[in-house]
C-alpha cells in the first residue's frame, strides 16, 4: 500500500469505514506510528489516536459505518424502479 490511497475529497460511508479498517489493521500490527497511519490513509493524527482509543474499547466493529439518522425514505423499492421507468420514456 504505498502513498495515501484516499485522495477524494468526498468518500461514501463505506469508503469511510474501509479507510477506518485499514488503519486497524496498521495499528494492531504496531509497525507504524499514528503519525505515518495517519498520512497513509489520509487523516489527521488525531483522527487516528480516535480510532485507536475506539479499537481498545469497542473491537473494529467500533469503526463501522453507522446509519445516517433522519427520516424515512418517502419511496420504497418498487416506487423508485417505476420512477426510473417512468423518467426513462
Request: hydrophobic share 35%; aromatic share 4%.
Amino acid at each position: 500500500m504505498e502513498g495515501n490511497v484516499w485522495r477524494p475529497t468526498h468518500l461514501t460511508p463505506e469508503q469511510m469505514e474501509e479507510r477506518r479498517l485499514v488503519a486497524a489493521t496498521l495499528l494492531r500490527q504496531g509497525q507504524l506510528s499514528q503519525a505515518d497511519i495517519a498520512r497513509r490513509v489520509g487523516v489527521s493524527r488525531a483522527s487516528v489516536c480516535r480510532w485507536a482509543a475506539t479499537l481498545a474499547q469497542e473491537g473494529p466493529r467500533g469503526l463501522e459505518a453507522r446509519p445516517i439518522p433522519g427520516p424515512s425514505p418517502r419511496l420504497d423499492e418498487k416506487a423508485w424502479t417505476r420512477l426510473g421507468r417512468l423518467l426513462d420514456r
